[in-house]
Nanobody
């Protein structure tokens, strides 16, 4: 069973930056269409950023385009989400997962909390 582990979430002021990390046991993440999602309190989980696997091309939700960047380090088997110019509306629990037919492929991990203060 794949275990996804997200980390890097913190409390940060608006305008600040964070880098989230995602690792997975037993899987080579470069072999999958990895993506980041988030879930704010009282809202459904939503897509944030992803790779057009097998290419390295990326795509983003309109709300984060130009501020967030998804990347990966194959040697470390880690996917990152660099978040700049953070806004209070970015406050959420952030999750990573692989997409298959535009659906999450694996069970969700614990996520990592990002809180942006105004």
């Amino acid at each position: 069973q794949v275990q996804l582990v997200e980390s890097g979430g913190e409390y940060v002021q608006a305008g600040g930056s964070l880098r989230l990390s995602c690792t997975a046991s037993g899987r080579t993440l470069s072999s999958y269409a990895m993506a980041w999602f988030r879930q704010a309190p009282g809202k459904e989980r939503e897509f944030v950023a992803g790779f057009h696997w097998p290419s390295v091309n990326t795509y983003y939700a309109s709300s984060v385009k130009g501020r967030f960047t998804i990347s990966r380090d194959n040697a470390k088997n880690t996917v990152y989400l660099q978040m700049n110019s953070l806004k209070p509306e970015d406050t959420a629990v952030y999750y990573c997962n692989a997409l298959q037919n535009m659906q999450p492929r694996w069970a969700w991990g614990q996520g990592t909390q990002v809180t942006v203060s105004s």
